[in-house]
């Protein structure tokens, strides 16, 4: 059974930084996908980053490129996502996801697994 489990969320004022991390256990990822999604309330939820463990291609929305980057660490089986910047429409649930489908890297039903979210609330 894979789990996810997110840390680092919180609360920041606009312009500021945070990182959240994942921590992966119960497979071995080198295979997987790995990525970050985000909701706030009322919307639906987006993509946000991922990583590919295999080569380690990176991938962004581009509400967040410029400001967020998404590394992982293969030995350690965990996903950074290190967000700058940040503005008052980051506000959001952030979630870990992973996936084993090489395709739709940009789409949520495309993940197989997910954490249970962390609050990230950014202040104006």
């Known amino acids: 059974q894979v789990q996810l489990v997110e840390s680092g969320g919180g609360l920041v004022q606009a312009g500021g930084s945070l990182r959240l991390s994942c921590g992966a256990s119960g497979r071995t990822f080198s295979n997987y996908r790995m990525g970050w999604f985000r909701q706030a309330p009322g919307k639906e939820r987006e993509f946000v980053a991922a990583?590919?463990?295999?080569?380690?291609?990176?991938y962004y929305a581009d509400s967040v490129k410029g400001r967020f980057t998404i590394s992982g660490d293969n030995a350690k089986n965990t996903v950074d996502l290190h967000m700058n910047s940040l503005k008052p429409e980051d506000t959001a649930v952030y979630y870990c996801a992973a996936s084993t489908i090489p395709t739709g890297i940009y789409y949520s039903r495309r993940y197989n697994y997910w954490g249970q979210g962390t609050q990230v609330t950014v202040s104006s």
């Open positions: 990583i590919s463990w295999s080569g380690g291609n990176t």
